[in-house]
Nanobody, 118 residues
Framework: QVQLIESGGGLVQAGGSLRLSCAAS????????MGWFRQAPGKTRELVAA????????YYADSVKGRFTISGDNAKNTVFLQMSSLTPEDTAVYYC???????????WGQGTQVTISS
C-alpha cells in the first residue's frame, strides 16, 4: 500500500508564510506528477499547484500564482508547497496527491488544515 503523509499545516497571520510537506511511504510506485489541492468549506476541490517530476514543469492556479512555490525531492518521493503572502482566502484543507502510471491522481494524503487569520 502507498501512504502520503502530510505535515506543516497550522494557523498563521495574514501576510505570513507556511511550508507544507508530503512524503510517500510504503510500496514502490510510479508517479510523474505531484500536486497540491485545497478545499474550503462550501467550495469544490481546487488544484493549487503541480509539478512534473521528469521535466520540472509547474502549474499554478491564478489565485496563488506568484505567492506559492511547489518543489519536490524525487529520490524521497516528497513534495513541498511553500506559501507566502497568505490571506484569509487561502484558508482550506490542503491535500497532496501523486499521479499513478495512468496519469490520474491515484494517491492522496490525509489533508492538513491551513488557517489564515486577518
Amino acid at each position: 500500500q502507498v501512504q502520503l503523509i502530510e505535515s506543516g499545516g497550522g494557523l498563521v497571520q495574514a501576510g505570513g508564510s507556511l511550508r507544507l510537506s508530503c512524503a510517500a511511504s510504503g510500496r514502490s510506485f510510479i508517479t510523474y506528477h505531484m500536486g497540491w489541492f485545497r478545499q474550503a468549506p462550501g467550495k469544490t476541490r481546487e488544484l493549487v499547484a503541480a509539478i512534473n517530476r521528469i521535466d520540472g514543469n509547474t502549474y499554478y492556479a491564478d489565485s496563488v500564482k506568484g505567492r506559492f512555490t511547489i518543489s519536490g525531492d524525487n529520490a524521497k518521493n516528497t513534495v513541498f508547497l511553500q506559501m507566502s503572502s497568505l490571506t484569509p482566502e487561502d484558508t482550506a484543507v490542503y491535500y497532496c496527491a501523486f499521479t499513478g502510471s495512468g496519469g490520474k491522481y491515484d494517491y492522496w494524503g490525509q489533508g492538513t488544515q491551513v488557517t489564515i487569520s486577518s
